[in-house]
C-alpha cells in the first residue's frame, strides 16, 4: 500500500527487528549514495532514448503500413509479435543473441566483417546500457505501430486528397495534416511510454541485474537489490517514494507541454 510505503521511507526496518523512525535520513542517503546518483542517471538516459526513438519507428511503420501496399496484415501480425510475447521471453533471448560466445549477433557481424572478434556486449560497460535499450525499443515499436496506425486510420482521406490538390508535398501533408490531428495519441503514447521506461525492470534485472559495475542499474533494480538483498526496506520505500513523486512530475511536465499547442 502507498501509504505504508511512504511511512517505511520515514523509518528503518530489516524486517527482522522493529521499525524505527528516522525521519529524512533515507532521502538524505540517496543524496549521498553514489550507486543511486547512478541508478537515476541511468534511468533518465535510459527514458530519454527509448521514449522517442520507439515513437519515431513506430510512427514511420504505421504510415508504411497505413499504405496500400500486398500483405499489410501479415507484416502488422509480425511487428505486433514482440509486443504479446512476455518481457521473461523476450529478454532471456536477446541474452542468447548477445552471448559472446554462443550469441547470433556476433557471429553474424563478424561473418559481415564489421567486426574482427566478439563484443561482449552485456558484460562490457561502454555497451551493455545501450544493448538493454535496444531490447526495449525492439520490443516496443510493434505497440506503437498499432496505437498510430488506428490514429492514423481516424485522419479523413478527403484532407489528404484537398492538400493534394492544392500542390501540397508529402512532408507538408505529414506536418501540417498528420502530426496535428495525431497529438492526442502522440500525448498518450509519449506519456505511457515515459512512465514504463522510467519504472523499468524486468528486462534490464535479466539481462544484467544491473552490472556490469552498476552500468545499467536504473532505480527499480537499485530498489529492488535494497529491499530483497540487502533487507533495507526503508531505504528502499523512500527510493519507491522518489521514484513515484519523479514519474508523476515528469508526466504533469509532458501534459503541460504538449498542451501549449505546439503542434495546432
Not at 62 to 85: D, E, H, S, W
Not at 151 to 164: E, R
Amino acid at each position: 500500500p502507498l501509504f505504508f510505503t511512504l511511512y517505511l521511507s520515514f523509518c528503518e526496518w530489516n524486517v527482522l527487528g522493529d521499525i524505527s523512525f528516522i525521519g529524512i535520513k533515507n532521502y538524505l542517503k540517496m543524496l549521498s549514495d553514489p550507486v543511486f546518483v547512478i541508478a537515476l542517471k541511468n534511468t533518465l538516459i535510459y527514458t530519454s532514448v527509448t521514449v522517442p526513438v520507439q515513437i519515431i519507428f513506430g510512427l514511420f511503420i504505421a504510415i508504411m503500413l497505413n499504405q496500400k501496399i500486398r500483405g499489410k496484415a501479415t507484416f502488422r501480425t509480425i511487428y505486433y509479435l514482440p509486443v504479446i510475447t512476455s518481457w521473461t521471453v523476450v529478454s532471456l533471448i536477446w541474452k542468447w543473441i548477445y552471448d559472446p560466445v554462443y550469441g547470433i549477433l556476433n557471429f553474424v557481424l563478424i561473418k559481415m566483417g564489421v567486426i574482427q572478434e566478439s563484443i561482449r556486449w552485456l558484460q562490457d560497460p561502454t555497451t551493455a546500457l545501450f544493448a538493454v535499450m535496444i531490447v526495449t525499443i525492439w520490443k516496443g515499436i510493434g505497440w506503437n505501430m498499432v496505437i498510430f496506425l488506428a490514429g492514423l486510420q481516424t485522419i479523413p482521406l478527403d484532407l489528404y486528397d484537398a492538400a493534394l490538390v492544392d500542390g501540397a508535398s508529402k512532408i507538408q501533408r505529414f506536418r501540417y495534416i498528420t502530426i496535428p490531428l495525431l497529438k492526442p495519441v502522440i500525448i498518450t503514447v509519449t506519456i505511457l511510454l515515459t512512465i514504463g521506461a522510467l519504472n523499468a525492470f524486468v528486462q534490464i534485472y535479466i539481462l544484467t541485474a544491473g552490472g556490469p559495475l552498476h552500468a545499467t542499474e536504473v532505480v527499480n533494480t537499485y530498489l529492488y537489490k535494497n529491499a530483497f538483498g540487502y533487507l533495507n526496506f526503508g531505504y528502499s520505500s523512500a527510493m519507491a517514494v522518489f521514484l513515484l513523486a519523479m514519474t508523476l512530475s515528469i508526466t504533469v511536465l509532458q501534459r503541460k507541454f504538449f498542451g501549449s499547442g505546439k503542434y495546432e
